[in-house]
């Protein structure tokens, strides 16, 4: 009966925050909701970190790569070749979704921590590329700059609650995907595969297909976060997908708990609203984050916010 | 031996400078229970992570059903029809005893992932079919009340049989058991024993590493013995219990001492 609550009961709290969340337009102001659209867009990135990280068990540390790939093809896209952004959605999720599974492919292999650090040279090229102006298409480092506004049948999502509008449902709908891959056969093998590999393999489990799967979803997802990123901020830049953001995505995942959506959201709020909230601090949130991750990992190793266990259970 | 399910012939592996496995030979046929006993450090395991394809046979030649298996990846020769279970119980913690036993159902399992992320009605209902098997499974090992408890706060024996329950669910052609016996108790290793000859009489071909010789000699058609990674000898059970080889393996030859409570408790 506690399970069965259990199941019932952390989504649907989820349900009324995302409900909450949309009145952030009405109660709050333009900043709020800038800030609010923000938050939604890096909780798909961060949720789809935790889909490699937290449920795979995979070290991803240049996750940013993928949220870029989104970003920039949206960008370069509507500015150079003038698609409208809703066309350059399924052009920016399939480019990461590649990137992902081209670049995982030769190195889901690796143990734990020499992925980690292939992917952080991965993360570091992609940046050196995008700073040379890679194809004289990417604006080097200044990036992009005029990104035209998303338009769904011909009414132009323009202002800052329509854009609110489009992040919050996105992100509503990365929450039911994440939730149903929790209770999905693919959810369960990611499990098995994370926590032991031997004994996942002999039971038919093909482990890198798996990986590489796990990763090209989880890119697709990051690319999605950027192509909402792009629209959002009407401009991309290097900056926005460099190594520290790798991460910090990591440390949301870590900090917050891993397979936890609950957890991945309170980390993604902890270090992306907060310090936009108090502008005063924000230049001490990865102190104050580093200080948290130090805690955390010691006091708490599973997270704040860890998975309940048995997710996937639900079968 | 041309009807023999699993056949090795020659094997043999090298880690380094030690010879772990040697030209080992030997065949489970079908409808067989087989017992691979040795020494400590014999290589029983070894031969089992060979035929399993956790490693792979520097020499030899593996054939299950008359496919050469020799050198592939472990899913593959599951997907064959061989599992196992593991001397170290290797279940997945943190997980309850029905989605470990769904790991046994991987390849049984029909839904794409994209099924899986968008919960069509197709998905759902092959979620609740899995769900049934698994469980009709678990209610045959008497594990059904426990479907939903967290297997790392299993008492080790009912572990055992988790994992048991997770490879028989997989419907093998081939059921590989490493030391199922070790850590029950007498009345846990008597239903084991039920279990084994209940599986057997399924089809299910049985290999097995025990050193619980009430469980060896009373469920096995067939016994091999190896010792420093080579066959020394091979037969029914009567014949390896007075092999004078097999005795010289576990007693030693001048040390008079040493007696294995476990041939002595069989005899």
Request: proline share 4%.
């Given at each position: 009966?506690?399970?069965?609550?259990?199941?019932?009961?952390?989504?649907?709290?989820?349900?009324?925050?995302?409900?909450?969340?949309?009145?952030?337009?009405?109660a709050?102001?333009?900043?709020?909701?800038?800030?609010?659209s923000?938050?939604?867009?890096?909780?798909?990135?961060?949720?789809?970190q935790?889909?490699?990280?937290?449920?795979?068990?995979?070290?991803?540390?240049?996750?940013a790569?993928?949220?870029?790939?989104?970003?920039?093809?949206?960008?370069?896209?509507?500015?150079?070749?003038?698609?409208?952004?809703?066309?350059?959605?399924p052009?920016?999720?399939?480019?990461?979704?590649?990137?992902g599974?081209?670049?995982?492919?030769?190195?889901?292999?690796?143990?734990?921590?020499?992925?980690?650090?292939?992917?952080?040279g991965?993360?570091?090229?992609?940046?050196?590329?995008l700073?040379?102006?890679?194809?004289?298409?990417?604006?080097?480092?200044?990036?992009?700059?005029?990104?035209?506004?998303?338009?769904?049948?011909?009414?132009?999502?323009?202002?800052?609650?329509?854009?609110?509008?489009?992040?919050?449902?996105?992100?509503?709908?990365?929450?039911?995907?994440?939730h149903?891959l929790?209770?999905?056969?693919?959810?369960?093998?990611?499990?098995y595969?994370?926590?032991?590999?031997?004994?996942?393999?002999?039971?038919?489990?093909?482990?890198?297909?798996?990986?590489?799967?796990?990763?090209?979803?989880s890119?697709?997802?990051?690319g999605f976060?950027?192509?909402?990123?792009?629209?959002?901020?009407?401009?991309?830049?290097?900056?926005?997908?460099?190594?520290?953001?790798?991460?910090?995505?990591?440390?949301?995942?870590?900090?917050?708990?891993?397979?936890?959506?609950?957890?991945v959201?309170?980390?993604?709020?902890?270090?992306?609203?907060v310090?936009?909230?108090?502008?005063?601090?924000?230049?001490?949130?990865y102190?104050?984050?580093?200080?948290?991750?130090?805690?955390?990992?010691?006091?708490?190793?599973?997270?704040?916010?860890?998975?309940?266990?048995?997710?996937?259970a639900?079968? | 031996?041309?009807?023999?399910?699993?056949?090795?012939?020659?094997?043999?592996?090298?880690?380094?400078?030690?010879?772990?496995?040697?030209?080992?030979?030997?065949?489970?046929?079908?409808?067989?229970?087989?017992?691979?006993i040795?020494?400590?450090?014999?290589?029983?395991?070894?031969?089992?992570?060979?035929?399993?394809?956790v490693?792979?046979?520097?020499?030899?030649?593996?054939?299950?059903?008359?496919?050469?298996?020799?050198?592939?990846a472990?899913?593959?020769?599951?997907?064959?029809?061989?599992?196992?279970?593991?001397?170290t119980?290797?279940?997945?913690?943190?997980?309850?005893?029905?989605?470990?036993?769904?790991?046994?159902?991987?390849?049984?399992?029909?839904?794409?992932w994209?099924?899986?992320?968008?919960?069509?009605?197709?998905?759902?209902?092959?979620?609740?079919?899995?769900?049934?098997?698994?469980?009709?499974l678990l209610?045959?090992?008497?594990?059904?009340?426990?479907?939903?408890?967290?297997?790392?706060?299993?008492?080790?024996?009912?572990?055992?049989?988790?994992?048991?329950?997770?490879?028989?669910?997989?419907?093998?052609?081939?059921?590989?058991?490493?030391?199922?016996?070790?850590?029950?108790?007498?009345?846990?290793?008597?239903?084991?024993?039920?279990?084994?000859?209940?599986?057997?009489?399924?089809?299910?071909?049985?290999?097995?590493?025990?050193h619980?010789?009430n469980?060896?000699?009373?469920?096995t058609?067939?016994?091999?013995c190896?010792?420093f990674?080579?066959?020394?000898?091979?037969g029914?059970?009567?014949?390896?219990?007075?092999?004078?080889?097999?005795?010289?393996?576990?007693?030693?030859?001048?040390?008079?001492?040493?007696?294995?409570?476990?041939?002595?408790?069989?005899?």
């Open positions: 009966m506690k399970a069965v609550l259990d199941g019932i009961n952390r989504p649907w709290i989820g349900a009324v925050l995302w409900l909450a969340g949309l009145a952030v337009p009405l709050l102001d333009q900043t709020w909701m800038f800030i609010a923000l938050f939604a867009v890096y909780a798909i990135v961060a949720l789809s935790d889909i490699v990280l937290g449920r795979a068990g995979m070290f991803d540390m240049g996750h790569v993928y949220f870029g790939v989104g970003a920039y093809a949206t960008a370069i896209l509507n500015t150079q070749f003038n698609w409208p952004i809703l066309a350059t959605w052009v920016a999720v399939l480019l990461a979704a590649l990137a599974a081209v670049l995982s492919a030769p190195i889901v292999k690796l143990r734990g921590d020499y992925l980690l650090v292939v992917t952080i991965l993360n570091a090229i992609f940046v050196l590329a700073n040379n102006n890679l194809a004289r298409m990417t604006g080097g480092p200044d990036g992009i700059f005029g990104i035209g506004v998303p338009s769904i049948f011909g009414w132009q999502l323009a202002s800052a609650s329509a854009q609110f509008w489009l992040d919050w449902v996105a992100f509503a709908a990365t929450l039911v995907l994440i149903n929790d209770r999905s056969h693919l959810g369960r093998t990611l499990y595969i994370k926590h032991d590999q031997l004994a996942a393999t002999t039971m038919g489990i093909d482990i890198r297909a798996y990986k590489v799967l796990a990763f090209a979803l890119a697709a997802l990051a976060a950027g192509t909402l990123f792009a629209a959002l901020m009407a401009a991309v830049s290097p900056g926005a997908f460099v190594f520290t953001e790798s991460v910090t995505l990591f440390a949301i995942v870590l900090v917050g708990g891993q397979g936890s959506i609950p957890g959201l309170l980390g993604t709020a902890l270090m992306f609203v310090p936009q909230a108090f502008r005063q601090f924000a230049e001490y949130r102190f104050v984050f580093g200080i948290a991750m130090v805690v955390v990992m010691v006091l708490r190793p599973q997270g704040i916010w860890p998975r309940r266990r048995s997710a996937g639900k079968a | 031996m041309s009807a023999a399910l699993l056949e090795l012939d020659d094997v043999g592996i090298r880690f380094g400078g030690l010879q772990a496995v040697a030209n080992l030979s030997f065949a489970v046929g079908a409808n067989q229970i087989v017992g691979l040795g020494p400590n450090g014999a290589g029983k395991t070894t031969a089992f992570n060979l035929i399993t394809g490693y792979k046979p520097n020499a030899g030649r593996i054939t299950f059903d008359g496919t050469d298996i020799t050198g592939w472990p899913h593959r020769i599951a997907r064959a029809g061989i599992f196992r279970t593991f001397q119980i290797r279940l997945f913690n943190g997980q309850s005893v029905l989605v470990n036993v769904l790991a046994g159902l991987h390849l049984q399992t029909r839904q794409t994209w099924q899986g992320l968008l919960r069509t009605p197709a998905q759902r209902r092959e979620e609740e079919r899995l769900r049934q098997t698994a469980m009709d209610a045959r090992l008497q594990l059904d009340q426990l479907a939903d408890t967290d297997v790392a706060s299993l008492p080790y024996g009912v572990q055992r049989r988790v994992e048991l329950a997770r490879a028989l669910v997989a419907r093998p052609k081939l059921l590989i058991l490493d030391e199922p016996a070790a850590g029950l108790n007498d009345h846990e290793s008597a239903a084991l024993n039920e279990t084994i000859l209940a599986v057997r009489d399924e089809g299910i071909s049985v290999l097995l590493v025990e619980d010789m469980v060896v000699m009373n469920v058609d067939h016994i091999v190896i010792n990674g080579r066959k020394i000898a091979e029914s059970p009567e014949h390896i219990r007075s092999h004078p080889d097999v005795i010289e393996a576990y007693l030693g030859k001048d040390d008079e001492d040493f007696l294995p409570p476990a041939i002595g408790s069989a005899a």
